[in-house]
């Protein structure tokens, strides 16, 4: 059954119909902004329009625009632009630890654009998406969720029309999908970060400048839940390569 939400551009549609698609696509992808003109991807525009691409190849170069990558990657922690590019081009939160770790260790090893498409070229785009339907948050629908915990996260990163997504730079998320734990607001026999039980993750890093005049290959980071966002922003600010993240058990 289609969804309420869904926009989609037939091959039959008028002008007005692209431009209400480009619309579209610039408000969910980009984050609900106002996008002035000089901002626009007239040329991408113009291929829609004349359906030399599709929707999902316009989404593609929103998500890969200047407008994107300098308030998104240039100006958000990492967990926060991972966990808003889940939402942008799937329409979901993460699910768990493993999804972050895979997108975080890939947009470091092959650079932003590979991170980009790992989205738009995904499996569970075109099953939801397919080439003519502009994304949209399914999160809400727990078809879209394969865990409960998913259906909850979606709250706490989509906040409603009124909000601007490049207005919060930290992760929402990062705590609770670090410990597989529900974004609901915990009563006050919750574990507490410090107490000595919160979990615990290691990130394996080669290649790190700080790490050449010790002359090895690769370091081990043990990092609290509640740290790994300062953590995994020093080891880029020192060229480190992200090999794996994983929990500690």
């Not at 808003?84 to 939160?93: D, E, I, P, Q």
């Not at 994304?135 to 601007?164: D, L, T, W």
């Not at 009563?187 to 394996?204: C, D, H, N, Q, Y």
Request: hydrophobic content about 35%; proline content about 4%.
């Amino acid at each position: 059954m289609a969804s309420p939400m869904t926009i989609e551009l037939w091959p039959s549609g008028s002008v007005e119909e692209v431009q209400t698609v480009v619309r579209a696509v610039y408000k969910q992808v980009l984050g609900n902004p106002h996008v002035m003109d000089s901002e626009r991807l007239a040329t991408a525009e113009s291929q829609l329009c004349d359906r030399s691409i599709s929707v999902r190849d316009f989404v593609r170069a929103v998500a890969k625009s200047d407008f994107y990558r300098s308030r998104y990657f240039e100006s958000c922690a990492p967990y926060r632009f991972v966990e808003l590019n889940f939402l942008h081009l799937l329409g979901r939160a993460p699910q768990d630890q493993r999804e972050v770790s895979e997108h975080i260790v890939r947009c470091v090893a092959e650079g932003y654009d590979a991170e980009i498409d790992s989205y738009v070229d995904s499996e569970e785009y075109q099953a939801a998406f397919g080439e003519n339907v502009v994304p949209y948050y399914r999160g809400r629908m727990s078809a879209a969720n394969s865990k409960q915990v998913g259906y909850n996260r979606m709250f706490a990163i989509e906040r409603g029309p009124a909000q601007i997504d490049s207005a919060v730079k930290a992760s929402q998320l990062v705590f609770a999908v670090a410990t597989n734990s529900s974004n609901a607001i915990a009563p006050s026999s919750a574990t507490v970060i410090g107490s000595g039980t919160e979990k615990r993750f290691k990130i394996l890093v080669s290649g790190s400048k700080f790490d050449s005049p010790r002359r090895i290959s690769s370091t081990e980071y043990i990092v609290p839940a509640s740290k790994m966002t300062p953590q995994i922003q020093r080891i880029n600010r020192t060229s480190g390569k992200i090999v794996s993240i994983t929990e500690i058990v």
